[in-house]
């Protein structure tokens, strides 16, 4: 459909984007889009309602009132800022669903709900926020999240930057879950799901016109199925933790803090595709400071580690799932490398900001 | 405290602003802040545990696993992009708690827990943001609800406006509570819980240079507790709503279309401060579309309406609580104004932005 003539919601074709009236008649965001009047209701229901699809619930209100769960909550907030909003593999309507879900299963959650808070720049063509919101409800729909309620502001052109989106999501902890950044011990193992480094490159790949010459894809996906999985082989899980802003080093060192232990990486253990090497190699950074957002770490004790490993090697999103070192008791709170040569150097995190917002 | 003696989080005083070792070497807000490296956890544990204070869950982390609740959840979500962030009687930080705490309380809920996610603006002053998220953390204190998790996001200078605070609220729906926006009914009573206007006037007061000779105060706050002496009457509460955006207007437009029914006003019925009516002579605005963020709208049976009034007055939020009209069938989902003339004209809902942005 590329012609102007949606005449209801139900002609709506974001992907090959045709503005539904009555926001045909404004073909980019304006103020009023965000003034809680008829110009906001119009966006709601002619807009996002359709792109969100089958994943959100109709009434979108100020607040939804949801079933009593069935265990301990567990809530997650973020706000996503990426630039561009659109890069190989994805958009910020899929990191934003993605980056919520996967810090819930990062507590052994299971997901049920998210709410979505958009911030519009003025002068956003209408498209964009189509394309970004039905993303956002396809990425949804695929993780079995319900969008249940949302807000809309729209700041002035300056003061924005096309999309910032905010999900916050609800989910439950199955008892006897125990999932926790300092419950890494001395002794226990550390997994890795796959390789690293594919998101950030794929979004560094389209920004300031940079161009490695091959075309990276962002692996962005939720996880809490592959989470499930790992659970459900019995394993005292004992920390979970997504490496996004800082990468695998950042929440490493995260880790080691919050559980008082040294942690040990094996520098060749650590699968990094050739082409993120390659583009790392160009740009001067370290995959290991790379964010990603489809990929998780794992801290289990070691007899357990081969059931995990298994089971995650059983699901799609952990099929290169691998061992990539250990806890100790020495340097406790340090993280080392051992490379390829054998020696051992101290991994830092990462300062301040390494890379271009990638979440 | 005036000098820069500050040497750990318990010197700190956001009111006098000191910023605190190790964020004193960068006085404004930076990009790495944003990173989720070392810079970024500094800004937590410096600057936002402290600010928050009690109200503040010591571990902040990525997701919290929270207890089993006792009933139906609610859930809320709001970005606040007000424009000044600082106002008479408040700042953003305030709006942020009372806000979504509201949208909770117009469902009948008991506001539990928030997560709380900050866009900065790089190059934002620490103090600002330590003086918004001392107004956020007292806010949340004096309303009861925990902060359990937060995100902060650093964007570049040209790309924000100082802070934008997105808050999201989890709360409970006590068993026999059923508070909808479709729930009016012809011969309903339509409730104000107090004067109109003064948060949307004070807000406007100190943007761009309008000085309107008089002070007029925001009376932003949270409504959770007027709600619950209004649920504890016993009376079959239809509708509660607070007119954010858009005002009276907006809200009650709302109400006629969500349910389906008539509503009339009586506008001598509808308490307008002076300094509220003058600044909007001033400025040609109509009282009834300017914000509110302190003051709840009710629509309860004809036959409960004394109860609930009184219920009201009886709270320090609702002692000028009053009738301003009531549900009819005729006009079904238009809302008309008795004037004081005895005339009698719809009242429209606004289109777009009638005001600067006060939420």
Redesign the interface.
Same mark, same amino acid.
């Given at each position: 459909m590329s012609g102007g003539t949606a005449m209801s919601g139900n002609d709506l074709d974001f992907e090959g984007w045709t503005c539904p009236l009555p926001l045909r008649d404004t073909p980019t965001v304006?103020?009023?889009?965000?003034?809680?009047?008829?110009?906001?209701?119009d966006l709601v229901e002619h807009l996002f309602l359709p792109a969100f699809g089958s994943a959100a619930r109709a009434e979108l #209100? =100020?607040?939804? $009132?949801?079933?009593?769960?069935? *265990?301990?909550?567990?809530?997650?907030?973020? &706000?996503? !800022?990426v630039k561009p909003m659109f890069f190989p593999g994805g958009n910020i309507g899929d990191l934003a669903v993605n980056g919520t879900v996967n810090?819930?299963a990062?507590?052994g959650?299971h997901p049920l709900?998210l709410?979505?808070?958009?911030?519009l720049a003025e002068g956003t063509p209408m498209t964009d926020v189509g394309r970004v919101a039905t993303a956002l409800g396809k990425a949804a729909e695929r993780a079995g999240v319900q969008l249940?309620? #949302? =807000?809309t502001? $729209?700041?002035?052109h300056?003061? *924005?930057?096309g999309v910032?989106i905010?999900t &916050?999501g !609800?989910?439950v902890?199955p008892d006897g879950v125990d999932i926790r950044?300092d419950r890494a011990r001395p002794g226990d193992v550390v997994l890795l799901s796959g390789p690293i480094g594919l998101h950030g490159i794929a979004v560094m790949s389209v920004r300031d016109g940079i161009d490695f010459g091959t075309r990276v894809e962002s692996d962005t996906a939720s996880l809490h199925e592959l989470v499930a999985e790992m659970i459900a082989t019995g394993a005292d899980i004992h920390v979970l933790?997504d490496p996004?802003?800082?990468g695998v080093s950042?929440t490493i060192n995260?880790l080691a803090r919050a559980s008082g232990v040294g942690i040990e990486l094996i520098d060749r253990a650590i699968p990094v595709p050739g082409e993120v090497r390659d583009a790392c190699g160009l740009l001067g950074l370290d995959p290991l400071q790379v964010?990603n957002e489809g990929k998780l770490l794992a801290i289990v004790p070691a007899d357990a580690a081969d059931a995990v490993v298994a089971a995650m090697r059983r699901h799609r999103l952990g099929a290169q799932a691998c061992v990539i070192g250990h806890c100790t008791v020495e340097h406790p709170q340090v993280v080392t490398l051992r490379t390829g040569l054998g020696a051992t150097r101290v991994l830092d995190?990462?300062?301040?900001?390494?890379?271009p917002?990638i979440c």
């Open positions: 304006v103020l009023g889009h965000g003034g809680g009047g008829a110009m906001s209701a #209100g =100020d607040a939804a $009132v949801l079933p009593r769960p069935g *265990g301990r909550l567990a809530l997650s907030t973020d &706000t996503f !800022v810090d819930l990062m507590a959650a709900y709410s979505t808070a958009f911030v249940v309620t #949302g =807000d502001k $729209v700041v002035d300056d003061s *924005g930057d910032y905010n &916050t !609800v989910g902890v950044p933790r996004t802003r800082g950042a995260e964010a995190a990462p300062i301040g900001e390494q890379l917002r």
